[in-house]
């Protein structure tokens, strides 16, 4: 799991799937899907990485490089998770979906 640190989601183009993932500017793998983090207001993306040398990837590979995610052209910060952060955000109300009953047409 990959969170984009320095992307702006209001003025950046957003994370889609297919994006390049360097690990201390090396190519090791792609973006698989992305969405936004609403508890951490920040893009997430997964993805998949291998080890330049095809050595086995271990926690320590993925938890101790630099990474960045290079998105439309620009490269962002980004900090590698093997599990979910935590968050640091209070959710005042957590999100429920409502069901919409209208029928439009």
Known sequence: ?????????????????????????????????????????????LGYIRHPSEQNVTNDFVTEGTYTLDVAGNRFQA??????????VQVARPYVPQVVNKIIG
């Open 1 to 45: 799991m990959f969170v984009a640190e320095d992307l702006d989601p209001d003025t950046d183009v957003w994370l889609w799937g297919s994006e390049p993932i360097y690990r201390n500017d090396q190519f090791v793998g792609t973006i698989t899907s992305a969405g936004y983090g609403f508890t951490m207001k920040k893009l997430i993306g």
């Open 79 to 88: 900090s590698a998770h093997i599990y979910p952060p935590l968050s640091n």
